[in-house]
């Protein structure tokens, strides 16, 4: 509910008073303890404010008002995005460019300060721009492959506002600050990207700790009308990685050893000033940086005892108020945020948010939820305790050995030694006499054992995955391939077996196992099947080779130690 003063701001605006609707527009455009955020609202109050010619109310509107809104009444707001982009806001010239421009409409025809928007936000950075540039790039040159059509006077544009003819044209100076990343700021940029991917990290920060405190400085003096390209928002991130090192796992990069020159560079709160700022322009590295700070742990939920993310460092407490109290709540939104960023180490770190007993909200079934997420993408220490978990587990339900199995395969495929480990205690690979000898015939009788397509395929089985006679013969196929690993688990027809895993360790297994599948897919391997039972099968089997098989029907299964 709204308070007494803003109360007066609404009677205020709706009796038409200029500076009380750009103050509503900004209650509703980034919400307040009285009334809620709501940009369509937001917008209708401040396009009435920018009609009485209110440069702050375009602004926001330019900076802040995404597409998908402007879209619903493109023709009556262009305008404003237009205005803003005169005086420099690149993202409001991206949104006026996809407003203005017709896609099906020909290159010729459309118009040249939309066009001039796109390219000036594609070199600014924005990924959306480049896209669609590169896009009109190539219907341009499929329609025209050979020629340059001229530019054509009579391009549809929408109306002008009131006032318009005082704008800035094309060689004014609103233009021209609307063109600055196109000149000497672009190769600025190209330096500090050209050093950064080189590691030099004194000449990083030598470059672009001033250019950050510049853009520092503009925002404290244009506040919420100052939007941040692309690149300048890599710059922030970058330089509060640099400034605040002592980062451990933070989105997957070691801290940087930015050397003595940094601590010497760095200002009191400069780094939370950079972090903050990058993080309000959806920089997920600087969400997550946050989050981490709120918190005081590092990403593996270790609590941090000299303020945020960081380990040690001279200012490391300096810009935290209250540097021993943790702050969930923040750091849970800020996570949340860079998760959906794609960030695995994100929801890596809530889930040791969600296990902390001190947090009043404690959820460990959310805790495995983000958990398992982090593992599905592909962060490795998610995916080792998710195995680890499910191995725990597996008295509640004996599956859950073969979804160990899986999460410790991705761990070990990225390095992790504990995972290696594992992964030898739960599925062996069986070395005994009785499970190598039965592989060991597909060699010596592959011509008799051309004329039974199914008997063949099983012993090829044995062969690959070192199964035991009995496992070679009464093995479900079908039900045994779990993708990632083979269960074997006759107990029902040969009651002294023992349930074991066996993985699939190549490529080469994996596609003779496929193609054993699909000669089994419309087979029943049951005793009522076309194989017939144990005896059966063994009996063909022996009298088809003609040989005594050794081994005793116990098949050394005392042989195969399984992890408790």
């Not at 917008?43 to 802040?64: T, V, Y």
């Not at 404690?362 to 593992?375: K, P, T």
């Not at 009996?539 to 040989?547: A, E, G």
Request: with cysteine; aromatic share 6%; proline share 6%.
């Amino acid at each position: 509910m709204a308070n007494r003063e803003e109360l007066a701001i609404i009677r205020n605006a709706r009796a038409g008073q200029v500076a009380a609707q750009l103050e509503l527009g900004k209650l509703y455009l980034f919400g307040s303890a009285g009334l809620p955020q709501s940009l369509p609202t937001a917008l209708h109050w401040l396009e009435r404010a920018a009609r009485q010619d209110c440069p702050p109310a375009w602004q926001l509107i330019g900076n802040h008002i995404p597409l998908e809104l402007a879209q619903h009444n493109a023709t009556a707001v262009a305008q404003w995005y237009e205005r803003a982009y005169d005086d420099g806001s690149l993202h409001a010239g991206l949104v006026y460019a996809q407003l203005v421009l017709d896609p099906a409409a020909a290159p010729s025809q459309q118009h040249p300060k939309a066009v001039q928007a796109l390219e000036d936000a594609a070199r600014a950075g924005f990924p959306h721009a480049q896209w669609l540039l590169s896009q009109r790039q190539g219907k341009q040159s499929a329609a025209q492959p050979g020629t340059r059509s001229a530019p054509s006077n009579g391009t549809a544009r929408p109306a002008p506002a009131s006032g318009a003819a005082e704008r800035p044209s094309a060689g004014q100076p609103g233009q021209e600050r609307a063109r600055r990343p196109q000149g000497a700021g672009a190769a600025q940029y190209a330096a500090l990207d050209e050093a950064w991917t080189a590691h030099r990290w004194d000449d990083y920060l030598e470059r672009g700790l001033p250019q950050a405190r510049a853009l520092i400085g503009e925002r404290g003096e244009q506040g919420e009308m100052r939007r941040f390209a692309p690149d300048e928002i890599a710059l922030l991130s970058r330089c509060a990685r640099l400034l605040d090192p002592a980062l451990d796992g933070v989105s997957g990069l070691p801290a940087l050893d930015a050397g003595a020159g940094a601590a010497a560079r760095c200002q009191p709160g400069e780094p939370a000033v950079f972090w903050e700022l990058a993080a309000a322009e959806h920089d997920p590295h600087a969400q997550l940086a946050l989050g981490l700070r709120c918190a005081r742990m590092r990403v593996d939920g270790r609590r941090c005892t000299n303020g945020g993310a960081t380990a040690s460092g001279p200012v490391a407490d300096a810009h935290v108020p209250h540097a021993q109290v943790a702050n969930f709540k923040k750091a849970i939104r800020w996570l949340n945020l860079a998760g959906e960023q794609g960030l695995a180490e994100a929801w890596y770190a809530l889930s040791r948010i969600y296990i902390k007993p001190e947090f009043s909200q404690r959820n460990v079934a959310d805790a495995q939820r983000y958990l398992e997420r982090a593992a599905e993408m592909g962060y490795r220490d998610a995916q080792l305790e998710c195995g680890h978990n499910a191995w725990r587990a597996r008295r509640e339900n004996e599956n859950n050995d073969v979804r160990a199995v899986y999460w410790l395969q991705q761990a070990a495929a990225q390095g992790s030694p504990e995972a290696v480990e594992l992964l030898r205690k739960i599925a062996p690979r069986a070395a005994a006499a009785p499970y190598t000898e039965t592989g060991r015939l597909l060699a010596s009788h592959a011509e008799a054992l051309a004329a039974h397509p199914l008997l063949a395929a099983r012993i090829e089985l044995a062969a690959l995955f070192d199964l035991s006679r009995a496992e070679a013969l009464l093995l479900d196929v079908g039900a045994a391939d779990q993708g990632h690993c083979l269960v074997i688990d006759i107990r029902a027809s040969y009651g002294r077996s023992k349930r074991r895993l066996v993985m699939v360790e190549s490529a080469q297994q994996r596609e003779a196992l496929d193609r054993i599948v699909r000669l089994f897919e419309q087979v029943d391997c049951g005793p009522t099947g076309p194989e017939g039972n144990y005896r059966q099968r063994l009996y063909r089997l022996r009298t088809l080779l003609n040989v005594a098989i050794p081994g005793n029907d116990a098949d050394g299964g005392a042989d195969i130690e399984l992890a408790a």
